[in-house]
């Protein structure tokens, strides 16, 4: 994940360095994955990370809105390290209509 210097994800998880993030089947939302884990955050390589995301999936370079340039280090990664993953299934009491 990557993030800007000033936002409140980066100084949420600066006082708490802990995070999750679920993936849900898309054709079926009862069933997910989650994963959590410790948050490292990489400060150095922010913008190189992005920069390769979008040469990947969009063939061109990343264009940074003014606020969140490269050169002024504004850029950082952060890491999930997984302590926790849980697969599941959901059941649905939803009554029948």
Known sequence: MDTSQGRVKLR???ANPYAAIAVV???NPY???Q???EVRL????GARDIDRLSMRYGG???KYPP??????GCQNTMKLH???MQEGRTECNCPRR
């Open 12 to 14: 949420n998880l600066e």
């Open 82 to 84: 997984r302590y926790k």
């Open 35 to 37: 994963i959590r884990g």
């Open 67 to 72: 606020t969140d340039s490269p050169d002024e």
């Open 60 to 62: 061109q370079p990343y």
């Open 42 to 45: 990489d400060f150095a390589n």
């Open 31 to 33: 069933l997910y994955v």
């Open 25 to 27: 089947d898309k054709d």
